[in-house]
């Protein structure tokens, strides 16, 4: 099953407006009109509207880093799917582990976002992941499970193709640790098999299941070597031109 790579970055809170603009100019000149991979950025809300103007005639696409499920009304502080389609986002990360960490977003509450975004054509990347404590519990596989079926309830098959997947083990964001690329298969292979089961082997076999955690252009090779591993979500590495660029670079070759 041919599944096109995707490369995404996460800038969480970093770069201003015009900041945003410098780094997504110089991406772009990078990747020119390649579209082996699939290259998304995710920049804060306020650096939307001046990364977007700069992506208009490339293929590079704009994510955001979270939505509020509602249409519109009295949600201080929040952003709406509308909002960000209006500004051509077509990704939205949903359930990073800062957020379930900081803001105590649990599954329920997730799965509303995953399906709001769904009813208004943007694409989640939905992430899941286990901490050191549940790891070194031996209970990796059961808080994916539970994180995946809570997140996806209510997701209708034909829908299934929209998704996007990322394993994102808590103990390897941002602390240069990776997950060893036969570790990282494993679960990738997990939440295959557990996508069959929600959708069906078809749909299971066209998601593309992203991994996260210290993912730079040293260790991007051989995890993105491994066979349901299709890309990467990218923290710290995104925020440069040059290690992002090398990143896709390294993707491509798997495609
Ligand atoms: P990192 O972040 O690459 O800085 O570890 C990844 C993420 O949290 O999405």
Redesign the pocket.
């Known amino acids: 099953m041919q599944r096109k790579p995707i490369i995404a970055g996460?800038w969480?809170m970093n770069k201003n407006a015009a900041e945003g603009a410098a780094l997504v100019e110089e991406i772009v000149a990078a990747v020119g009109q390649d579209h082996a991979v699939e290259v998304v950025v995710c920049p804060p809300f306020t650096a939307l509207e001046s990364v977007s103007s700069k992506l208009e005639s490339s293929g590079v696409k704009l994510g955001a880093q979270n939505l509020y499920p509602e249409a519109s009304g009295a949600y201080t502080g929040e952003i709406s799917a509308e909002m960000l389609r209006h500004l051509f986002a077509s990704y939205v990360?949903l359930g990073?582990?800062?957020r379930r960490a900081y803001f105590a977003e649990d599954d329920a509450f997730i799965n509303r976002k995953v399906r709001h975004a769904i009813a208004n054509q943007l694409r989640p990347i939905l992430?899941v992941g286990e901490t050191l404590e549940e790891r070194d519990g031996g209970k990796t596989l059961e808080v994916v499970r539970r994180q995946l079926e809570g997140g996806l309830e209510g997701v209708e098959n034909g829908d299934a193709p929209l998704l996007v997947i990322?394993y994102?083990p808590v103990w390897?964001?941002?602390?240069g640790k990776t997950a060893t690329p036969e570790m990282a298969q494993e679960v990738h292979a997990f939440i295959r098999q557990i996508l069959a089961k929600r959708f069906n082997k078809t749909a299971a076999g066209k998601i593309r299941i992203l991994y996260?955690?210290?993912?730079?252009p040293s260790n991007a090779a051989e995890l993105l070597a491994q066979a349901d591993i299709d890309g990467g979500?990218?923290?710290?590495?995104?925020l440069e031109a040059k290690s992002f660029f090398e990143l896709i670079q390294a993707a491509k070759q798997r495609s």
């Open positions: 996460n969480k990360i990073h582990s800062e992430c990322a994102e390897a964001i941002g602390t996260g955690g210290s993912m730079k979500l990218i923290g710290g590495a995104s």
